[in-house]
Nanobody, 130 residues
């Protein structure tokens, strides 16, 4: 079964940086569109950054564009999210996910509509506070 283990979250001051990691197991990440999603308390999960299976196409939500960078290391079966200049509104639990190979859509659609799945990892908490 596909599994995701997110890590790298923590407490950071406004303006600080974090690098999140997502180790995938049970499948090869190489052929999958991937995404990072954030869930703030009392709110629905929302797409933050998504990347195509080839890595040549990315999408970022307007609130993080220019500050966050999604990347992947298919050899390590791991996805990453580098977050710079963090703001209080970036706080929440961050999850990664991957589309099934059979799903055909753009990275923007993936981020904007999310995934119809209950197969989420435990996420990693990001807290931005002085």
């Amino acid at each position: 079964q596909s599994q995701f283990v997110e890590s790298g979250g923590g407490l950071v001051q406004p303006g600080g940086s974090l690098r999140l990691s997502c180790a995938a197991s049970g499948f090869r990440l190489r052929y999958r569109r991937i995404g990072w999603f954030r869930q703030a308390p009392g709110k629905e999960r929302e797409g933050v950054a998504c990347m195509s299976n080839t890595g040549d196409s990315t999408y970022y939500s307007a609130s993080v564009k220019g500050r966050f960078t999604i990347s992947r290391d298919d050899g390590k079966n791991t996805a990453y999210l580098k977050m710079n200049n963090l703001k209080a509104e970036n706080a929440g639990v961050y999850y990664c996910a991957a589309d099934r190979e059979s799903v055909s859509r753009t990275v923007q659609t993936m981020c904007e509509t999310g995934l119809r799945t209950n197969n989420w990892g435990q996420g990693t908490q990001v807290t931005v506070s002085s």
